[in-house]
C-alpha cells in the first residue's frame, strides 16, 4: 500500500475543524489590520532563495526541494514565504502603490527537515508583509497583530523575545566581535565550526548542547548597534509597552534567514522555549534592494498552522465543529427513491444541506446511519408518502415524526 511520504501529512476531515478555525481568525485579523491577500507560485527560481535566504544558511545548504525543470532551469519548492511576496513586489511594480503595501499569504511551504511534532517538510505557514517603510511603529503594529491572533485564537502563557541585530552599517563590527570571542574555543561542533567562517550570526542560534554556554556568553548585538539602530529599537520597546505587550530581551536570537535587519522576534510557549517556536519575524531592509529593487524598508511575520493547532490542543482549547447535513431524505421503494433525489435537490437549492440516502439499504440502516452521521432530522418518503404529496419528518434526537406535505417541508425545517 502507498503511504503519505515521510515528513507530510493528510488534514481529515476530524481535522478540518481546527484548520477553519484558525482561518477564519486569519481573514479577521488582516481584514482589522489593512493585509490584502496574495498567492504566489508554489517554485520559483532557485537564485531567489540563495540571494534572499542566504548562500550559507541550513536552509539554502541543507532543507531546499530543488530540481532541474525540463528546460534546464533550476527551480526549488518554495521553502519560505517572504522572498516570493517580495518578489512579486518588484515585478509587478507595488513599489508605485501608497507605502506600506501589507500582504499576506496562506499557503504551503517545503524543507527537507527531520519530522517531529508540529514541524513537516510539507507545511502551511501564515505570513504577512508590511513593504516600503522603516518606522519603529510598523515593527510594533507587525508584533502587535501577531499577539492578537493568538489571543484571538485563545491560546495563553505566550512569551514574546526581542532583540535587535543592527544593520549593515554596524554589524560587521558585530561579527568581527564573535569571531574574535568564539576563536577561543576548540570544541564547536562541525556546522558552527563552518559558521564561524562563512555566517557567525548563526552561530549564537546553535540548538547543540555544547555550543550552549558558548552561546550564551557571547557578545551582545545591542551592545555594537549604531545610533540609529539603537534609537529605532529603543522607540520600538516604547511602543510595545504603549501596546502592553510583555516581552523579554533575547541577544541569542537571530532567526535563520540571512536578509533579517534590526528587529527580529518570536512567539513561543512560556514553558516550551525556542525549540517550540510558534511564530516569528522581523524586518529585512535590504531584501528589495538585493533583489534588484531600489532601497526598501520592510518587516513580517509568519506562523506555521500545524504549529498553532498543536498548541490549541496542548492548552485543551475546543473548537467549533464544521456544520454537517441537517437533513438526510430516506426511502422505501423504488418510487421513493426518485422523490427522495429530487427532494434532497430541492433542499439544497433552498439553502437546506441535505443528504439522499444511496444504496439498496433498508429504512432502519439508513436512520442509522443518519444517527451516525449526527443528522438532526430525517425526511421519510414511501410509496404513500409519493402517493399523497406528503413526507414524515422525523426529530432523531427525540424520535419524534410528524407527517406533512411536501411542499411545506423548507418552510417547517427552516
Known amino acids: 500500500m502507498f503511504q503519505a511520504a515521510r515528513g507530510t501529512a493528510d488534514i481529515l476531515p476530524s481535522e478540518q475543524p481546527y484548520w477553519r478555525y484558525v482561518e477564519k481568525a486569519i481573514t479577521e485579523i488582516t481584514g ?6 496574495i498567492d504566489t507560485p508554489v517554485f520559483e527560481d532557485t537564485g531567489l532563495f540563495g540571494r534572499s535566504v542566504g548562500e550559507y544558511t541550513d536552509i539554502v545548504q541543507k532543507e531546499m526541494y530543488t530540481f532541474e525543470d525540463l528546460g534546464g532551469k533550476s527551480m526549488t519548492l518554495r521553502p519560505e514565504g517572504t522572498a516570493p511576496v517580495c518578489r512579486a513586489y518588484l515585478e509587478h511594480g507595488m513599489q508605485n502603490l501608497p507605502q506600506p503595501v501589507k500582504l499576506y499569504y496562506l499557503a504551503p511551504l517545503f524543507r527537507y527537515e527531520r519530522p517531529q511534532a508540529g514541524r513537516y517538510r510539507q507545511h502551511y505557514q ?17 508584533i502587535d497583530m501577531a499577539w492578537q491572533l493568538y489571543r484571538s485564537l485563545g491560546l495563553a502563557n505566550l512569551s514574546l523575545q526581542l532583540n535587535s541585530i543592527g544593520c549593515k552599517a554596524c554589524r560587521p563590527a558585530y561579527l568581527a566581535a564573535l569571531k574574535d570571542y568564539y576563536a577561543g574555543y576548540d570544541n564547536l561542533c562541525k556546522d558552527c565550526k563552518a559558521r564561524l567562517e562563512k555566517n557567525p550570526l548563526r552561530l549564537l542560534d546553535c540548538k547543540q548542547a555544547s555550543c550552549q554556554g ?12 549604531c545610533k540609529a539602530c539603537t534609537a529605532h529599537f529603543s522607540q520600538l520597546k516604547e ?52 533583489l534588484g ?104 434526537a427525540g424520535a419524534r415524526q410528524e407527517t406533512l406535505a411536501s411542499a411545506d417541508l423548507e418552510e417547517r425545517l427552516k
Open 126 to 142: 501564515f505570513g504577512y508583509e508590511a513593504i516600503g517603510e522603516a518606522d519603529p511603529a510598523l515593527d510594533a503594529e507587525v
Open 32 to 37: 482589522l489590520y489593512g493585509y490584502q491577500r
Open 239 to 290: 511602543y510595545l509597552e504603549l501596546l502592553q505587550i510583555p516581552f523579554s530581551l533575547n541577544h541569542r536570537l537571530v532567526r535563520g534567514l540571512d536578509y533579517y535587519t534590526r528587529t527580529v522576534f518570536e512567539i513561543q510557549p512560556e514553558e516550551e522555549g525556542g525549540q517550540s517556536t510558534i511564530g516569528g519575524g522581523g524586518r529585512y531592509d535590504d531584501l528589495i534592494e538585493e
Open 293 to 396: 529593487g531600489k532601497p526598501t524598508p520592510g518587516i513580517g511575520f509568519a506562523t506555521g498552522i500545524e504549529r498553532i493547532i498543536l498548541n490549541l490542543k496542548k492548552q485543551g482549547l475546543t473548537v467549533p465543529e464544521t456544520p454537517g447535513p441537517r437533513v438526510v431524505v430516506a426511502f422505501m421503494g423504488e418510487k421513493a427513491r426518485e422523490e427522495a433525489i429530487k427532494l434532497a435537490a430541492r433542499l439544497r437549492r433552498t439553502g437546506i444541506s441535505a443528504i439522499a440516502a444511496a444504496g439498496e439499504k433498508s429504512l432502519k440502516a439508513q436512520l442509522r446511519q443518519a444517527n451516525a452521521l449526527n443528522v438532526p432530522y430525517a425526511v421519510i418518503i414511501g410509496e404513500d408518502e409519493v402517493k399523497a404529496g406528503t413526507v414524515t419528518l422525523r426529530d432523531m
Open 214 to 225: 558558548m552561546a550564551e556568553s557571547a557578545p551582545r548585538g545591542t551592545e555594537h548597534l
